[in-house]
């Protein structure tokens, strides 16, 4: 799997859109992009994932540059539950298994 | 959907003791778990892969002895930390692959922190 780089932290007012890079130059035609995020002391919770286009859910929305060497995961009103450790995963069907890099730590200030 | 869950939640116990910590997948399929350990301000280390009716595959420097996996079913992965020590006190977690394949994503377990005293 690709390796992911992403910022360690970041801030960001509540009701505001938070925008969290993730880059992953050497990703392979058949990885996709996996967000997941970590709340204190709980599992990681799955948000959002695509290929190359971009992708819209009840959570999040994850936008995929046309190289696809970087990607940005959008939360677009982010509120105090949305502090969490926010991890970018690129990932094929083919090896099953998740590398974690090291998150970006997004905090949201009242 | 796509739920697992994840027992005990919290375990503290004596040193020497063997703890079993019970991966399930609720409401779907899992071929494929696995097992993951956290320590505090780190990210994820995957230990071990879990295949339904076969040998669990150990990531380098996990001892297959010390952390003991058994997939029996579909739905069920179990890990056993053998005769514990302090060390071993981390946060576990794991998690499950719909057999379905294909991109699916993981979904994965709440964690059990385990503490050896």
């Known amino acids: 799997d690709a390796k992911t780089t992403q910022p360690p932290s970041m801030d960001c007012a509540e009701g505001r859109a938070a925008n969290l890079p993730c880059n992953h130059s050497t990703i392979s035609g058949n990885e996709y992009v996996y967000w997941y995020r970590q709340i204190h002391s709980q599992g990681p919770q799955y948000i959002i994932h695509g290929l190359k286009n971009n992708e819209t859910n009840e959570m999040a929305s994850l936008i995929i540059t046309e190289d696809r060497k970087s990607s940005t995961l959008i939360l677009p009103h982010a509120t105090l539950r949305d502090t969490a450790v926010y991890y970018c995963i690129a990932h094929s069907s083919g090896t099953y298994k998740y590398i974690f890099g090291t998150g970006t730590r997004l905090k949201v200030l009242a | 959907g796509a739920v697992v869950s994840q027992h005990p939640s919290r375990v503290i116990c004596k040193s020497g003791t063997s703890v079993k910590i019970e991966c399930r997948s609720l409401?779907?399929?899992?071929?494929?778990m696995f097992w993951y350990r956290q320590f505090p301000k780190q990210s994820l280390m995957l230990m071990a892969t879990?295949?339904?009716?076969?040998?669990?595959?150990?990531e380098q420097g996990v001892e297959k002895d010390k952390f003991l996996i058994n997939h029996a079913s579909l739905t069920l992965s179990t890990l056993t930390v053998t005769s514990a020590h302090p060390e071993d006190s981390s946060f576990y977690i794991c998690s499950a692959r719909n057999s379905g394949g294909g991109n699916q994503p993981q979904h994965f377990g709440d964690g059990t922190r385990l503490s050896i005293l």
């Open positions: 409401d779907f399929q899992a071929t494929t």
């Open positions: 879990s295949n339904e009716g076969s040998k669990a595959t150990y």
